[in-house]
């Protein structure tokens, strides 16, 4: 299976500074059809995920651009410019290249 | 507006069965494959089944390999987790998803197994 690996688990963060989250495959993501698929979620308590990111770097629509995500292979990094009280919760990436699928530990966001 | 709706959990003893459906609309439900994850209380989240678009592929993770059965019905544009065997370790809140790649979410629905 691919390992996921997430870092950090937690990251406090103060209101307007920019924040980055890694995460490493152990594999890499690069599909048969030349797409790295590669996806980052966005959990609040007690709601259900969202995605945020698709293919790397692909916002979801209504995603605010102070999101972004880079990488390649088996690299990966989600960078929030400035970060807002809304977007404190967990953040999770995920491996769509490789059965069976499998999610980073996840990213604790708090404000500090 | 792409909507997924789950429903089917509930409190069940270890060794019993529980069927999960999650009813979607706001997109062609047969252009995609469909998914469930779970998410145990205070834990991560975990790929659980992938039904391919057809119905004719399914995945499944080792942890429910054998006592889950992922299945689709195209004329109620649903996805359906039977879960039989189950054990206290598959309680969770378990989540329908759009495609393997997860761009849409249901609510999720909560399986409990307890004595």
């Known amino acids: 299976d691919v390992v996921m690996t997430q870092s950090p688990l937690s990251l406090p963060v103060t209101l307007g500074q920019p924040a980055s989250i890694s995460c490493r495959s152990s594999?890499?993501?690069?599909?048969?059809?030349?797409?790295?698929?590669l996806n980052w979620f966005y959990q609040r308590p007690g709601q259900s995920p969202r995605r945020l990111i698709y293919?790397?770097?692909n916002r979801e629509s209504g995603v605010p651009d102070r999101f972004s995500g880079s990488g390649s292979g088996t690299d990966f990094t989600l960078k929030i410019s400035r970060v807002e009280a809304e977007d404190v919760g967990v953040y999770y990436c995920?491996?769509?290249?490789?059965?069976?699928?499998?999610f980073g530990q996840g990213t604790q966001v708090e404000i500090k | 507006e792409v909507q997924l709706v789950d429903s089917g959990g509930g409190l069940v003893q270890p060794g019993g069965s529980l069927r999960l459906s999650c009813a979607a609309s706001?997109?062609?439900?047969?252009?995609?494959?469909m998914s469930w994850v779970r998410q145990a209380p205070g834990k991560g989240l975990e790929w659980v089944s992938t039904?391919?678009?057809?119905?004719?592929?399914?995945y499944y993770a080792d942890s429910v390999k054998g006592r889950f059965t992922i299945s689709r019905d195209s004329s109620r544009n649903t996805v359906y987790l039977q879960m039989n065997s189950l054990r206290v370790e598959d309680t969770a809140v378990y989540y329908c998803?759009?495609?393997?790649?997860?761009?849409?979410w249901g609510q999720g629905t909560l399986v409990t197994v307890s004595s």
């Open positions: 706001g997109f062609t439900f047969n252009n995609y494959g």
């Open positions: 998803g759009k495609s393997g790649q997860f761009d849409a």
């Open positions: 995920m491996q769509g290249a490789h059965w069976p699928r499998t």
């Open positions: 293919k790397v770097s």
């Open positions: 039904v391919s678009s057809s119905g004719g592929n399914t």
């Open positions: 594999q890499s993501l690069v599909y048969s059809d030349g797409n790295t698929y």
